[in-house]
């Protein structure tokens, strides 16, 4: 995924060299859709060792409001994502949904790179955790999360209002695990995740 990202990017860069200008201006809203894959790195602590989580993909919405012709307000939604949780030597164990709706201000550069704008953002990530589910039996709950999201992003023009886009967000995602209604662990899921799609500058 992170080399498919990557190689999308670099093509999406060449094919904006013959763009026209995208500049961004203050009042500027861009919408834009598209595959949105979770990519945990989960760090399970000792009580929970061997515990991991694994990749969930869903539909991604993230929007950019322009306070200012440098200064955008992005905001990431999603339908739900769903992740298997895994034991080393067992396999799946369970699984839980989530949603990670992140807020972040972002710094819009004008580079007059033609159709090629790139950004950067930092702000706060909450992630809900539901429907958990234990193959085994017995109640599971995942704490909800609040933290620190960093953002990377590009848009490029392919139209007058019509774009591409790819973007990546770093995620402090940590979560309580509570079997039964006892706390057993926590897990630091802090995930990257990956977004490529379309979008529209209104
Ligand atoms: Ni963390």
New binding site residues.
Partial sequence: MKKHLLSVMVAAGLASVAGNSLAYEAGDVVVRAGYASVEPDADPSSSLKGLDVDDGDALGITGTYMLSDNIGLGLLVATPFNHDITLDGVGKIGDTDQLPPTLTLQYVPQLNLGGFQPYAGIGVNYTNFFNEDLKGGGDLKLSDSW?VAGELGADVQIGQNWLLNAAVWYI???TDVKINGSKVGSV?V?PWVYMIGAGYRF
């Fill in positions: 933290g402090d995602i940590d630091d802090d």
